[in-house]
């Protein structure tokens, strides 16, 4: 019934931008926090980015902090992830996810309880 579905990744040269969007239905979406996860090749899934409900509050990983911004319009039930300055290290499935808990900006995977498909960014050195 939830349904979360990534768009815009694809493949950058180091140094280069992507943004990236998830578009929810299925839920109350301005009630829920939402995070963006990635997942290379022979690693486990690692937390990105993650805004509470109404984007009040922000948390990024150390590895992509000062390079992504998460951001959110309730209206258009979207939640975005603008990526600059890419690093070959960047490259990995990156997946949206979906928490009840809104009002807190979570980095555990356990805290979302709705994921997309997930959608390749490849950064080429």
């Known amino acids: 019934q939830v349904h979360l579905v990534e768009s815009g990744g694809g493949l950058v040269q180091a140094g280069g931008s992507l943004g990236l969007s998830c578009a929810a239905s299925?839920?109350?979406?301005?009630?829920?926090?939402m995070g963006w996860f990635r997942q290379a090749p022979g690693k486990e899934r690692e937390f990105v980015a993650t805004?509470?409900?109404?984007?009040?509050?922000?948390s990024y990983a150390d590895s992509v902090k000062g390079r992504f911004t998460i951001s959110r319009d309730n209206a258009k039930n979207t939640v975005y992830l603008q990526m600059d300055n890419l690093k070959p290290e960047d490259t990995a499935v990156y997946y949206c996810?979906?928490?009840?808990?809104?009002?807190?900006?979570?980095?555990?995977?356990?805290?979302?309880?709705?994921w997309g498909q997930g959608t390749q960014v490849t950064v080429s050195s």
């Open positions: 299925g839920l109350t979406f301005s009630t829920y926090a």
């Open positions: 805004i509470t409900m109404g984007g009040a509050s922000r």
């Open positions: 996810a979906a928490s009840p808990v809104g009002w807190a900006p979570q980095r555990g995977a356990l805290g979302y309880t709705s």
